[in-house]
């Protein structure tokens, strides 16, 4: 939980950080669809290219990226190997036989119950995950001499690698670049930005302030309840609670421990910050006065129009394609 950084600030002084909170808020939104237009493998490489070069240029430690990343790392590998085995589409690349027998699914439950004893002792555990596969891979393919029962193939087609490789991209390119405006952009200017952004909704009369209120809350609140879910694990597992062991209803009953006292802070927070909120004489709805102005920059207009610029090149070469 100490890795997830979506939603948490993170200070420094890098390019990022200079920018207008509504600049970063409209750029993401624009490459996010330029991100949903490209359909060329190819195209989103380069993207991904382009994201690593800004992460560099705003001084964002790529490891952290990458540690914010980490918890999506089981839907990208269920995503990849979904697409590798259903979609049949292309080329066949290669083609494997699978032989079920006594044998192989014995090894394939002595492997998967040695991965299950022995990873909390493992380090890189994702690394030992893709370990696992490799090796019941090998099992499943291999072993054809003793008492097979029954037979399947495992097919992998050009359609289905490039695709399963490109929504791996793209799930990475959005989430790191929701990943790049938490941390570069305090709670307040964020607020402060959605409003401005939102504004438009108020011929609809949809109130703006309040819709930017409750997503800035939000994305605030998610490292604070982290941060505390982690301190009440510790705190269990001092007295001896192990959230890695045990059957499976002692699971859901730690899985309980945990929920029931998250819940009680969870209304403590928002009952303090409520109180806090009324204090300062906040009323939903009324006009109010703001301590920071936002203003326009020329580095701002600059990336406004880099990002529309790349808007405009993906839609060009989604209609050349």
Same mark, same amino acid.
């Given at each position: 939980?100490?890795?997830?950084?979506?939603?948490?600030?993170?200070?420094?002084?890098?390019?990022? +950080?200079?920018?207008?909170?509504?600049?970063?808020?409209?750029?993401?939104?624009?490459?996010?669809?330029?991100?949903?237009?490209?359909?060329?493998?190819?195209?989103?490489?380069?993207?991904?290219?382009?994201?690593?070069?800004?992460?560099?240029?705003?001084?964002?430690?790529?490891?952290?990226?990458?540690?914010?990343?980490?918890?999506?790392?089981?839907?990208?590998?269920?995503?990849?190997?979904?697409?590798?085995?259903?979609?049949?589409?292309?080329? &066949?690349?290669?083609?494997?036989?699978?032989?079920?027998?006594?044998?192989?699914?014995?090894?394939?439950?002595?492997?998967?119950?040695?991965?299950?004893?022995?990873?909390?002792?493992?380090?890189?555990?994702?690394?030992?995950?893709?370990?696992?596969?490799?090796?019941?891979?090998?099992?499943?393919?291999?072993?054809?001499?003793? +008492?097979?029962?029954?037979?399947?193939?495992?097919?992998? +087609?050009?359609?289905?690698?490039?695709?399963?490789?490109?929504?791996? =991209?793209?799930?990475?390119?959005?989430?790191?670049?929701?990943?790049?405006?938490?941390?570069?952009?305090?709670?307040?200017?964020?607020?402060?930005?959605?409003?401005?952004?939102?504004?438009? &909704?108020?011929?609809?009369?949809?109130?703006?302030?309040?819709?930017?209120?409750?997503?800035?809350?939000?994305?605030? +609140?998610?490292?604070?309840?982290?941060?505390?879910?982690?301190?009440?694990?510790?705190?269990?597992?001092?007295?001896?609670?192990?959230?890695?062991?045990?059957?499976?209803?002692?699971?859901?009953?730690?899985?309980?421990?945990?929920?029931?006292?998250?819940?009680?802070?969870?209304?403590?927070?928002?009952?303090?910050?409520?109180?806090?909120?009324?204090?300062?004489?906040?009323?939903?709805?009324?006009?109010?006065?703001?301590?920071?102005?936002?203003?326009?920059?020329? =580095?701002?207009?600059?990336?406004?129009?880099?990002?529309?610029?790349?808007?405009?090149?993906?839609?060009?070469?989604?209609?050349?394609?």
């Amino acid at each position: 939980m100490k890795n997830i950084v979506i939603g948490r600030y993170i200070p420094g002084n890098g390019f990022l +950080y200079k920018l207008d909170p509504r600049t970063k808020i409209l750029a993401m939104l624009i490459l996010m669809i330029a991100t949903f237009v490209i359909n060329n493998i190819t195209y989103m490489v380069v993207a991904i290219g382009l994201i690593i070069v800004i992460l560099l240029f705003s001084r964002i430690s790529i490891k952290r990226v990458y540690l914010g990343l980490r918890p999506l790392m089981f839907l990208l590998i269920f995503t990849f190997t979904f697409q590798i085995i259903f979609n049949q589409q292309g080329e &066949l690349l290669q083609a494997w036989p699978i032989y079920y027998s006594f044998l192989t699914l014995g090894l394939g439950a002595a492997l998967v119950l040695t991965w299950g004893f022995t990873k909390k002792f493992v380090r890189f555990k994702l690394l030992y995950f893709l370990l696992l596969l490799v090796g019941l891979g090998a099992v499943f393919t291999n072993l054809d001499t003793y +008492y097979v029962f029954a037979q399947g193939h495992l097919r992998i +087609y050009s359609e289905g690698l490039s695709m399963s490789l490109f929504i791996m =991209m793209r799930l990475i390119i959005v989430v790191t670049l929701s990943t790049m405006l938490t941390i570069t952009t305090k709670p307040t200017d964020l607020n402060l930005g959605l409003e401005y952004v939102l504004a438009p &909704l108020k011929i609809i009369r949809v109130n703006a302030e309040e819709i930017a209120m409750i997503i800035s809350i939000s994305l605030r +609140y998610i490292p604070t309840l982290l941060d505390e879910a982690n301190k009440i694990m510790m705190a269990q597992a001092s007295r001896g609670v192990d959230f890695q062991e045990g059957k499976f209803k002692e699971k859901i009953m730690q899985i309980v421990s945990l929920l029931v006292p998250m819940f009680i802070i969870s209304f403590k927070r928002s009952d303090e910050l409520a109180n806090a909120m009324e204090a300062r004489s906040f009323v939903p709805g009324r006009a109010r006065t703001r301590l920071h102005v936002l203003t326009w920059k020329r =580095m701002d207009i600059f990336v406004l129009t880099i990002s529309l610029s790349l808007l405009t090149l993906s839609i060009v070469l989604r209609v050349m394609a």
